[in-house]
């Protein structure tokens, strides 16, 4: 039974990448940016992917009702059900949008390997009117995008069983919470879509946050200033000052105090080389809190792998690489 408690290389080339992507989606970006995202996002303002990614077989697909509910498919060409990318956009839950794929995963490579890849949108700060705690608005988000997309498997020629999930910064804190959270499946709702599972099989992410526990960042990284607007705090001192009345939602909402024995394995990628206890030149993605959460699934058993330039974890280059690494090992329930 899975116990919830609060406690809870490659080359130079890849990690000045990595460097750039991180550096991209640094969430404590000034109010004049953060209200221009905003803004954007409440007048749907379209974005559009990267050369790099090829035309989607399905595009702007509903998952809800809100005009952020929406996801891209694309369908890898298989005689057989195909493994899964999905894949969830950073931005700090404030900005961002699902044609930032290319930042997270390599779509063409992924195709060719015989994987299929949804990227999602969900609802950002700025849509979570009413929802308590604010950040349950995008993780709830995600877990009924990837419901949707199992309530499809058969029509879309997908695996159930061989999903994976892909993000950076707030959408690895967000994959990481699918892949560590108890299944969210309701077998008896009248909702079919509500009945398929959130569970995944693996996840591969750049930059997470695997902490929303704000005495564990400032014990990991002193410096540390990002996470309170998840459970609507203003700043930091009053995220930290007012943690004792949000211990339930850090223990429902916090990756770190999620995973426990049988979770899924992961592999994390940061730019930079840890130092615990010690300031951070990017604290809201730093590799702290890849090596604490490493630990801690150490502790439980689980498989965490934490990729650092200078670390010993350097089997995969990129996310991607990952991906196709786990994804492609058929497990026995796939085989069924």
Same mark, same amino acid.
């Given at each position: 039974m899975r116990k919830k408690g609060l406690l809870f290389f490659a080359s130079f080339s890849f990690f000045s990448l990595l460097a750039v992507t991180v550096t991209v989606h640094a969430q404590n970006a000034g109010p004049k940016k953060k209200a221009n995202a905003s803004r954007q996002a409440k007048a749907g303002k379209q974005a559009t992917y990267d050369d790099s990614v090829p035309a989607p077989t399905l595009a702007g697909?509903?998952?809800g009702k809100h005009e952020r509910h929406i996801l891209d498919f694309w369908q890898a060409s298989s005689d057989e059900p195909t493994p899964l990318v999905f894949v969830i956009h950073g931005g700090g839950w404030s900005g961002g949008s699902k044609e930032r794929l290319h930042r997270f995963a390599d779509t063409a490579a992924l195709l060719e390997s015989g994987i299929s890849v949804v990227a999602i949108n969900y609802r950002l700060m700025a849509h979570t009117d009413g929802v308590v705690p604010p950040v349950k608005a995008p993780l709830h988000d995600a877990a009924r995008a990837l419901q949707f997309v199992r309530s499809n498997a058969s029509e879309w020629n997908i695996d159930k069983v061989r999903i994976g999930a892909a993000g950076g910064s707030a959408g690895?804190?967000?994959s990481l919470w699918l892949a560590y959270h108890d299944d969210l499946a309701n077998p008896k709702s009248d909702d079919l879509v509500a009945r398929e599972s959130t569970r995944l099989q693996c996840a591969a992410v750049m930059g997470p946050q695997t902490t929303l526990d704000p005495q564990q960042m400032k014990e990991w990284t002193p410096n540390s200033r990002y996470g309170g607007h998840a459970f609507g705090k203003k700043n930091f001192a009053q995220f930290l000052a007012e943690r004792e009345s949000i211990l339930p939602w850090?223990?429902?909402f916090s990756p770190y105090a999620l995973v426990s024995d049988g979770d899924p394995p992961t592999? /994390?990628?940061f730019n930079a080389a840890p130092a615990i206890g010690k300031d951070q030149k990017d604290p809201t993605h730093t590799a702290n809190f890849g090596v604490k /959460?490493?630990?801690r699934c150490v502790e439980l058993g689980v498989?965490?792998?934490?990729?650092?330039?200078?670390?010993s974890d350097a089997t995969y280059r990129t996310p991607t690489d990952y991906l196709i690494a786990t994804l492609k090992k058929r497990s026995k329930d796939s085989q069924n």
């Open positions: 697909v509903r998952y690895a804190c967000s850090i223990a429902e592999c /994390l990628f /959460l490493q630990e498989d965490c792998k934490v990729v650092y330039p200078g670390g």
